[in-house]
Antibody, heavy 121, light 107 residues
Framework: EVQLVETGGGLIQPGGSLRLSCAASGFSVSSNYMSWVRQAPGKGLEWVSI???????LSADSVKGRFTISRDNSKNMLYLQMNSLRAEDTAVYYCARSPLVQGVIGWFDSWGQGILVTVSS | DIQMTQSPSTLSASVGDRVTITCRAS??????LAWYQQKPGKAPKLLIY???SLESGVPSRFSGSGSGTEFTLTISSLQPDDFATYYCQHCDGYPWTFGQGTKVEIK
């Protein structure tokens, strides 16, 4: 069974740093396209970052230069290092998997339960 | 960035109703579009991918159609478990973006 479990959230002051972790089971993160998606309280969904199977990555402009996605294949873990946090980064953060189907990736077929990050003084 | 706009924002319906939600893209996304269902406090659940392909395990009352800039999600006969918020998402180039959501409420 595919499972994703996020940890590492909490309350952090503006300008601070936090690292989110996502433990995967039932599949290998190394051979899948993995993303972070966030949802501000009462708001819609926002794609944040993706890491590809070749270890390259892309991020949304809103987090570029501040957030870094990475993975540890030996631990089957996905990470999101968040630096220079702002109040507008307050959200539930989900890790999610994008399957490769007929040569196309882009939708998320498996999601974690989400972890809340609150940026406030 | 491609903007995704859903309509309506809120929809009131009764069990058994046929429900249609529309998603419009600011430019063509071909058929690279997905639909999700989200219930309060839960992660989104994939319903439809590539505009019209039903995800495994999703009831057949859900269907998707469209291509280019206009897409629809249809629930053929609304069930009590279907009251939730629905999101569309494009994946035709980065950044992937979502619609603002459509809340399906009990009438």
């Amino acid at each position: 069974e595919v499972q994703l479990v996020e940890t590492g959230g909490g309350l952090i002051q503006p300008g601070g740093s936090l690292r989110l972790s996502c433990a995967a089971s039932g599949f290998s993160v190394s051979s899948n396209y993995m993303s972070w998606v966030r949802q501000a309280p009462g708001k819609g969904l926002e794609w944040v970052s993706i890491i590809f199977t070749d270890d390259s990555a892309l991020s949304a402009d809103s987090v570029k230069g501040r957030f870094t996605i990475s993975r540890d294949n030996s631990k089957n873990m996905l990470y999101l290092q968040m630096n220079s946090l702002r109040a507008e980064d307050t959200a539930v953060y989900y890790c999610a998997r994008s399957p490769l189907v007929q040569g196309v990736i882009g939708w998320f077929d498996s999601w974690g339960q989400g972890i809340l990050v609150t940026v406030s003084s | 960035d491609i903007q995704m706009t859903q309509s309506p924002s809120t929809l009131s319906a009764s069990v058994g109703d046929r429900v249609t939600i529309t998603c419009r893209a600011s430019q063509s996304v071909r058929n690279y579009l997905a639909w999700y269902q989200q219930k309060p406090g839960k992660a989104p659940k994939l319903l439809i991918y590539k505009a019209s392909s039903l995800e495994s395990g999703v009831p057949s009352r859900f269907s998707g159609s469209g291509s280019g800039t206009e897409f629809t999600l249809t629930i053929s006969s609304l069930q009590p478990d279907d009251f939730a918020t629905y999101y569309c998402q494009h994946c035709d180039g980065y950044p992937w973006t979502f619609g603002q959501g459509t809340k399906v409420e009990i009438k």
